[in-house]
């Protein structure tokens, strides 16, 4: 939930009007969480005009936060405009009339109280819309932006480690042989991805305009995420294989945190991040190799 207020108060820091960010500014002061929600369903949201006023129309999915997020910063198309680019807007998300959580029928990330919003009959204040067309997904804060979300992951598997090691010395095992080099593999790879996630998010947010050093800074955070990814995966299955069926057992905290990291790593299309930090290493810029 922090990673996605944190994303939407990036998005009207980078886009925003002045009297918008203000506006948040004040809101965010007085407690409000905010979100951001790209994902569409079967009934993509847009926005039309009628009458010289904005309305909404359509549905996200994958919401996080429902109700606890009041402003969401939500992406959508303009009918009367439809070039493919997505728009974003600033929506009041607090009606619990529009909250549809019994979609989540995920085993995982049950506490960020997930599901879909709809937002047909919503009027859309155009003075909430946020930048210009195509902003949303301009680099290097978009894909860059991943290694917020890899911090977070981090954050899941450092706290699983820690819980295994606390399991493993309950039970006077923490001494065997396997047990300590399925640990130390464990604790190394959180450590990896810190260095690495450290350094992403500094040449992330310091990527100059150019061209090259923007793509350096994208494909940078797709190899960290893939990095995450796999390190994370691994961590799950020494854990479950050191802990055996203490790992699954219902109302622990181990097995809650592994439902809830093996789900969240399932972020949007991996297989396009690969293949695009892919491309943008073999075109680089400079004409030699990115190392
Ligand atoms: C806990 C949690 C909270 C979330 N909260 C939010 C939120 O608040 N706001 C928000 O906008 N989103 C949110 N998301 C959604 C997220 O942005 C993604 O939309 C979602 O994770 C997609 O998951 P998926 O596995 O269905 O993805 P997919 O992209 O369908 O990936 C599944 C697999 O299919 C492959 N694949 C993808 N496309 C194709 C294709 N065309 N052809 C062949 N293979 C393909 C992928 O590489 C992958 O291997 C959240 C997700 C999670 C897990």
Redesign the pocket.
């Known amino acids: 939930m922090f990673e996605?207020h944190m994303n939407a108060v990036k998005l009207l820091h980078l886009y925003g009007t002045p009297g918008l960010r203000q506006h948040v500014g004040q809101a965010v002061r007085n407690g409000a969480l905010l979100?951001?929600?790209?994902?569409d369903g079967t009934h993509p949201l847009r926005c039309f005009g009628v009458g010289g006023r904005l309305w909404l129309e359509g549905e996200?999915i994958?919401?996080?936060?429902l109700g606890l997020v009041r402003l969401a910063v939500v992406t959508l198309r303009a009918d009367d405009a439809d070039d493919g680019l997505s728009r974003l807007a600033l929506v009041d998300v607090s009606d619990p009339a529009r909250q549809d959580l019994s979609s989540w029928r995920?085993s995982?990330?049950r506490a960020?109280a997930?599901g879909c919003f709809a937002f047909t009959g919503l009027e859309l204040d155009p003075g909430h819309i946020v930048g210009r067309p195509g902003d949303y997904t301009r680099e290097p804060f978009f894909e860059g932006g991943i290694w917020r979300y890899c911090a977070a992951h981090l954050g899941g598997a450092e706290a699983l480690v820690d819980l295994w090691r606390d399991a493993l010395a309950a039970r006077g095992r923490l001494d065997d042989p396997m047990q300590l080099g399925r640990y130390a593999r464990a604790v190394g790879l959180c450590h990896a991805m810190a260095s690495l996630l450290r350094e992403t998010g500094h040449t992330v947010e310091a990527a100059a305009e150019d061209r090259d050093s923007i793509d350096a800074a994208v494909a940078g955070a797709l190899l960290a995420r893939q990095f995450v990814e796999e390190s994370c995966v691994e961590i799950l299955q020494l854990a479950e294989k050191s802990l055996g069926t203490a790992a699954h057992i219902s109302g622990t905290s181990i097995e809650r945190i592994r439902r809830d990291l093996s789900?969240?790593l399932?972020?949007?299309?991996?297989?396009?991040k690969l293949l695009q930090a892919g491309r943008l290493l073999a075109g680089a810029g400079g004409g030699g190799p990115p190392w």
């Open positions: 996605g979100g951001v929600w790209g994902a996200k994958f919401a996080s936060g995920a995982g990330m960020t997930s789900m969240f399932r972020q949007a299309a991996p297989d396009a």
